[in-house]
């Protein structure tokens, strides 16, 4: 997978920081998410932005909220294009195959948030469309789950799940060192 292969960042919206995204288990998920971007920058390589904006008033990542703008250590530049999506997958009606398309990818490093929602769909529509996925498991991160009887999973058991689940037949789970060192 030689450069440039896009890198992807997925919903890394002021949003994610609000109390009911507390407890995550990789609290560094941003800066490893600077460091690489530091890097596609410094090489010129493609970076798409994908924003999620949400109809539903109550929603964090509600369109017209207070805490819907994309986090300033990863904000695009002017040349940088961002996806706007209205669901979870960054792929359901949205410009991000056509961008894919347009530089001629087969293949893209995704991070983000979280890796049981918008990033599990996006992985799968996106392996779906025949592209191989990078996830360097330190770029996302999880939050705690409650199902409908109650019980609640730690932050780190949905993380680790969600990964065996993507990992065993839609995306290449990996790390940002192991990322880096292969394409410099």
Known sequence: ???????????????????????????????????????????????????????????????????????????????????????????????LDAELSKLKAKSFVLVGVVIHNSMDATIRAGKALGYHITLPKDGTTAVPVTGQDGKIWNAEEVFEMSLAILGSEYAEITTSSEILQRFL
């Not at 995550?24 to 904006?53: A, M």
């Not at 929603?59 to 040349?79: D, E, L």
Request: charged letters at 20%.
């Open 1 to 95: 997978m030689p450069p440039p292969t896009p890198l992807i960042i997925l919903d890394v919206q002021d949003a994610i920081n609000q109390p009911v995204w507390n407890h995550k288990n990789n609290p560094d998920y941003l800066s490893v998410i600077e460091k690489l971007l530091k890097v596609w920058r410094e090489n010129k390589w493609p970076v798409i932005h994908v924003k999620h904006d949400e109809a539903t008033p109550s929603s964090t990542y509600h369109t017209h909220g207070p805490w819907n703008a994309i986090q300033k250590p990863v904000a695009p530049k002017p040349n940088e294009p961002v996806v706007i999506k209205h669901q979870n997958c960054a792929f359901i009606n949205t410009s």
